[in-house]
């Protein structure tokens, strides 16, 4: 693919520069060209030079929230959708999003459905928006599907918010941790290594295995960083490799304390979106499948996997679950008797206020397991090394 840069004027007479990436310079004249756009110029750039980068997501999470509750409100106010995507075009602050809109902008004036149009750029509108849009299209149900969907994501935003609250902090203090007992070893014990020394008496074992430490980190951290590197990048790939992820996402869960919060954060979302999509006439197969995708733990996905199966085989969807430990009783009956009931989307959605709910307390009993452990562990390292400096003072202090 090539990238072009282009200058051209709209129907309104405005005039419109932008980048577009195609296969060739046709390509591309066509389909401004199925734009309505008058090209004067189209050049062709360097895709390496001028290739968008971003340093984490294209757009926060905060702001995509904002940009659907706004999007939602526009439409449930009467305001064509046309006009609305131009609206928000020229409100928005994020300037990615704001060029994917006026991108989309552009191509639903031609004719473009929606969910089309949001369907490339897949960095910035996920599947499952674009899945409902679509859905909500057929219907002719876009605003209420556009108003769940900003409910949703407004959820998902405040789950992912309570998760980074409770893992936040013991980053923090462990990141500290490691720094503290570096600088330490670096700058603190070289100082009272060469005062030893100079007194010429024997170290006690345990004050010499941290000096030979500070030693090893001073004249081989390019080694130790090196080494850390390249461990980091083969659990990375290990990672990618499905079964050896299911074994990680599946020891993540058995973790005591913060095992359990991790599971409830993955059963909120879950619920959360399988109780949106239901509830937006998605059939079920489709949503289960979907939701599976969602999901980022692997034995989840297969346990859904194994749902769509069972529901394939005209069985019930909570039969895998039943059968698997990470699921509790709660969700497998609510299942079972919104099956039973025809109100499952309901359930489910009742299911997921439930898990917000624990998730909320579960992140407050976290924080505070947590939080005296830290404090433990970091004076334990700062004292064990202050310990190898005190131990042979005192003998230096007796031999005076």
């Known amino acids: 693919m090539t990238m072009y840069a282009y200058k051209a004027k709209k129907t309104d007479g405005t005039i419109t520069k932008g980048k577009l990436e195609t296969s060739n310079k046709k390509e591309a004249l066509i389909e401004l060209e199925h734009l309505n756009l008058i090209v004067f110029s189209i050049k062709e750039l360097n895709s390496f030079l001028y290739k968008d980068v971003h340093i984490g997501k294209p757009i926060k999470s905060k702001d995509f929230v904002l940009f659907l509750r706004q999007f939602s409100t526009l439409i449930e106010s009467g305001i064509l959708l046309l006009d609305a995507l131009e609206i928000l075009s020229k409100q928005i602050d994020n300037k990615i999003l704001k060029e994917a809109l006026e991108q989309i902008a552009l191509q639903v004036r031609e004719g473009i459905a929606l969910s089309a149009a949001l369907s490339k750029f897949p960095k910035l509108f996920p599947n499952l928006l674009v899945n409902m849009i679509q859905s ?53 014990v070289p100082i009272f290594a060469d ?70 954060s993955i059963l909120a979302r879950m619920t959360q979106t399988l109780s949106s999509l239901l509830s937006s006439s998605v059939p079920i197969l489709e949503a289960v499948d979907i939701t599976s995708n969602v999901m980022s733990n692997r034995v989840v996905k297969r346990v859904l996997q194994e749902s769509k199966d069972s529901l394939e085989r005209g069985e019930s969807l909570s039969i895998p679950m039943q059968r698997h430990w990470m699921f509790p009783d709660l969700i497998t009956q609510m299942i079972t008797v919104g099956e039973s009931s025809g109100a499952l989307d309901e359930m489910l959605h009742k299911v997921a206020e439930v898990y917000d709910q624990e998730l909320e307390e579960a992140s407050n009993k976290l924080q505070s397991l947590i939080e005296p452990i830290l404090i433990v562990f970091l004076a334990a390292i700062v004292g064990a090394i202050v310990l190898a400096i005190i131990i042979p003072m005192f003998s230096l202090f007796e031999t005076f």
Not at 151 to 172: G, M
Not at 176 to 181: E, F, G, P, Q, R
Not at 224 to 232: D, E, F, G, V, W
């Open 195 to 264: 005062l030893f020394l100079s007194f010429g008496e024997d170290l006690p074992a345990y004050t010499q295995f941290v000096l030979n430490l500070s030693q090893v980190i001073q004249n081989y951290w390019w080694i130790i960083l090196l080494i850390a590197i390249i461990l980091l990048s083969g659990f990375k790939e290990l990672t990618k490799r499905e079964s050896t992820a299911f074994i990680i996402d599946g020891f993540l869960l058995k973790i005591p304390v913060v095992g359990v919060f991790i599971q409830k």
């Open 136 to 188: 909500g299209e057929a219907s002719g149900r876009l605003d209420d599907v556009l108003k769940r969907m900003a409910d949703y994501y407004e959820k998902q935003h405040r789950l992912r918010q309570k998760v980074s609250t409770a893992l936040t902090y013991p980053a923090v203090v462990g990141s500290m941790a490691v720094l503290i007992t570096i600088f330490l070893l670096v700058f603190i």
